[in-house]
Nanobody, 114 residues
Framework: QVQIVESGGGLVQPGGSLRLSCAAS????????MNWYRQAPGKQRELVAT???????NYADSVKGRFTISRDNAKNTVYLQMNNLKPEDTAVYYC????????WGQGTQVTVSS
């Protein structure tokens, strides 16, 4: 059974930075594709960033150049470094592991406000 736990959210001023972490249990992490999604109030959940098992990355246009996804297979953890945060980045951020099935975390709140 795979369990996903996100952490690192919080309140930050515009222009600030946060690093989200996502820890996964189980033995499939290293061969799994990992995603970060976000959902703002009243909006659909959107894909923010993806990292494959081989380390290839993709980003939503809205975060390119500001966010960086990375993974540490020794720690079964994926990260989302978020720089130059904007109010429109405010959302609940979710981590997803994909390997045959989707496994979601509970989400972590990110609020960008002065």
């Amino acid at each position: 059974q795979v369990q996903i736990v996100e952490s690192g959210g919080g309140l930050v001023q515009p222009g600030g930075s946060l690093r989200l972490s996502c820890a996964a249990s189980g033995s499939v992490f290293a061969i799994s594709t990992m995603n970060w999604y976000r959902q703002a109030p009243g909006k659909q959940r959107e894909l923010v960033a993806t990292i494959s098992s081989g380390g290839s990355t993709n980003y939503a246009d809205s975060v390119k150049g500001r966010f960086t996804i990375s993974r540490d297979n020794a720690k079964n953890t994926v990260y989302l470094q978020m720089n130059n945060l904007k109010p429109e980045d405010t959302a609940v951020y979710y981590c997803k592991l994909w390997w045959i099935l989707d496994y979601w975390g509970q989400g972590t709140q990110v609020t960008v406000s002065s």
